[in-house]
């Protein structure tokens, strides 16, 4: 897999540094720099961008403003000298976030979670009718969890909590990636934070559900989906 890598950033000892470290990865090939966001924009719609490794403080558009911009954004992975930024940057969906200066090590890290995402994303989803569970590593193991026990996901900036009857999972993963990989009949994606077992929700009322006394937000634009979903097929009414 050839990982198809984009630089914006307005500093050149910083892009010269990013660009070296890129030629360092087999699997990452670079295809542009670009010294401003708003240059970014026209070389994005004429050609294909993987990832796109992108600094935050720059002239007229930052970063943030960028991303947000975006209908269908690239994988990012956000490099930076400001680490104030990261609650943002995690709430936007990035693959992670480098304050720089960044080492090698760390830079090799981001890249392949970059790698397993975007693997992820791009192999279909696994015919799951005759699967019950998945595994997820936790720690220093591998659990095995059933898919009749998840509460719900939620993103933890570049973590990611699995919540289950009286229990609590922490796995060093994004929302992303554990939604590229879970049956679409099973689970939805309700809010940029929350990942929710259709089966488990009890209750839907205005923008918040509820599973197992816990109320989580659901996004207006997902609304009428969710509701779809879960009530619509199965509503009695009168006729």
């Keep these: 897999m050839s990982i198809r890598c984009m630089i914006i950033d307005d500093e050149p000892i910083a892009c010269k540094g990013m660009e070296e470290y890129i030629t360092e990865v087999e699997f990452l090939s670079i295809v542009n720099i670009c010294d401003s966001a708003v240059k970014a924009y026209a070389f994005l719609h004429a050609e294909k961008v993987d990832l796109i490794f992108l600094d935050i403080e720059m002239p007229k558009l930052t970063g943030i403003e960028f991303l947000q911009s975006l209908k269908k954004a690239p994988a990012v992975i956000i490099t930076t000298a400001y ?29 392949n ?7 992820a994303r791009n192999t279909p989803r696994e015919n799951v009718l ?33 919540h289950l009857p009286g229990k609590k999972m922490i796995s060093y993963i994004t929302i992303s990636y554990v939604e590229s990989k879970l049956p679409e009949h099973l689970f939805m994606r309700v809010h940029k934070s929350y990942l929710v077992s259709l089966s488990k929700i009890q209750c839907i009322e205005g923008n918040t559900l ?24 199965k509503l009695f009414k009168r006729q």
Excluded at 91 to 107: A, H, M
Excluded at 113 to 119: C, H, I, Q, R
């Design 113 to 119: 979670k970059a790698k397993d995402f975007l693997t």
């Design 83 to 111: 680490p104030d930024y990261a609650l943002q940057g995690y709430e936007l969906d990035v693959i992670d976030y480098l304050v720089k200066p960044v080492s090698f090590p760390r830079f090799l890290k981001a890249a």
């Design 130 to 162: 005759d699967k019950d569970h998945f595994f997820l590593k936790v720690d220093s193991k591998f659990e095995k969890i059933f898919y009749d026990e998840v509460l719900y996901f939620e993103a933890l900036q570049n973590y990611v909590a699995i």
């Design 210 to 233: 509820i599973i197992n006394d816990k109320q989580i937000p659901v996004s207006r634009n997902l609304k009428e989906k969710l509701k779809a979903e879960v009530v619509d097929k």
